[in-house]
Nanobody, 123 residues
Framework: QVQLVESGGGLVQAGGSLRLSCAASGSIFRINIMGWYRQAPGKQRELVAVSTSASNTNYAESVKGRFTVSRDNTKNTVYLQMNSLSPEDTAVYYC?????????????????WGQGTQVTVSA
């Protein structure tokens, strides 16, 4: 069983910054993908940024140059540094752990989502 704990959301003024964290615990052998999605009211959940185990990153066009995803594999933690925030960034942010291998002998891969953290950017 794997548990995810997100933190760092809140209310910030436009132009401000926030840093989200998502720490995973439990039975984890390897995590292939760590990243963030978001869902604004009335909209579908969308990719924000992801990091692969090969240290490749992928960002939504709307956040490129403003957001940075990083991971600490020793702590099974993924971060999202968000700068130059705008009201359009207001959403619930969910962390994703994708392709999780829970033991060296179990090759089945699992996906896990965080509980979500609210980010609100005021104009």
């Amino acid at each position: 069983q794997v548990q995810l704990v997100e933190s760092g959301g809140g209310l910030v003024q436009a132009g401000g910054s926030l840093r989200l964290s998502c720490a995973a615990s439990g039975s984890i052998f390897r995590i292939n993908i760590m990243g963030w999605y978001r869902q604004a009211p009335g909209k579908q959940r969308e990719l924000v940024a992801v990091s692969t185990s090969a240290s490749n990153t992928n960002y939504a066009e709307s956040v490129k140059g403003r957001f940075t995803v990083s991971r600490d594999n020793t702590k099974n933690t993924v971060y999202l540094q968000m700068n130059s925030l705008s009201p359009e960034d207001t959403a619930v942010y969910y962390c994703l752990l994708g392709g999780v291998q829970t033991s060296s002998i179990d090759r089945q891969l699992y996906n896990y989502w965080g509980q979500g953290t609210q980010v609100t950017v005021s104009a």
